[in-house]
């Protein structure tokens, strides 16, 4: 089945510690995107990326990281420069810029809680 | 002025009512329009698109109104399975690509 997988579930983390939640896509889509909701509040952009290599930051980068170096896939990592990382953290992709109308797919999400 | 501005919500409603959501954005330049559904905890999945002329799909109609930028989302012939939170989405295309804004949603209830 296409479609997109975010692992893990569920993570709890040390306060001060890096953690890296992964996304993997087999949709064939060049773009893909991480996104964190916070209760009561819309889905905010973090990083973003067109293209293998390349990527670029969204309204909150602030304390994230992330690589592109296969299409399928774009890890994100939570460092301990992120001030409020408990949130639900959302990837998604969708074809790209060509044309179209670019509908992104999400992940099932992952809910980081830091202690 | 938020980007994507919705009534949070909660709309209760009773089984087999009509019930209409309403959308604003601020930016003109918006290119495309959705509407994604998200159940509690889960993640948005797409509902419909919005085209220019309106569009419909089963019990689901959407509009988008550019004079006023504005979109709405009708829902006829509720079901209990419809209770959800509803994110109105628009598109922007910038210099780094196409970027999503999302509202904050509209939280659907359809009761017995």
């Known amino acids: 089945d296409g479609g997109i997988t975010q692992s893990p579930k569920y993570l709890f983390r040390k306060e001060g510690q890096n953690v890296t939640l992964s996304c993997e896509q087999n949709?064939?889509?060049?773009?893909m995107y991480w996104y964190r909701q916070d209760p009561g509040q819309g889905l905010r952009l973090i990083y973003y990326?067109?293209?293998?290599?390349?990527?670029q930051k969204g309204d909150i980068a602030e304390g994230y990281s992330v690589s592109r170096e296969k299409k399928e896939s774009f890890p994100l990592t939570v460092t301990s420069a992120q001030k409020n990382p408990t949130a639900f953290y959302l990837c998604?992709?969708?074809?790209?810029?060509?044309?179209?109308?670019?509908?992104?797919?999400f992940g099932p999400g992952t809910r980081l809680t830091v202690l | 002025r938020k980007e994507v501005e919705q009534d949070p919500g909660p709309f209760n409603v009773p089984e087999g009512a009509t019930v209409a959501f309403n959308c604003t954005y601020s930016?003109?330049?918006?290119?495309?329009f959705f509407w994604y559904r998200q159940d509690c905890r889960k993640e948005p999945k797409l509902l419909m698109s919005?085209?220019?002329s309106g569009n419909e799909d089963g019990r689901f109609t959407a509009q988008l109104n550019r004079a006023s930028q504005y979109i709405s989302l009708l829902i006829r012939d509720s079901k209990l399975s419809d209770s959800a939170t509803y994110l109105c989405?628009?598109?922007?295309?910038?210099?780094?690509?196409?970027?999503?804004?999302f509202g904050t949603g509209t939280q659907l209830k359809v009761e017995l």
């Open positions: 949709l064939n889509h060049d773009a």
């Open positions: 989405v628009v598109k922007v295309l910038t210099g780094g690509g196409n970027k999503l804004t």
């Open positions: 998604a992709s969708s074809r790209g810029l060509a044309g179209g109308l670019n509908e992104q797919f």
């Open positions: 919005v085209y220019s």
């Open positions: 990326s067109q293209i293998v290599n390349d990527f």
């Open positions: 930016n003109s330049a918006s290119q495309s």
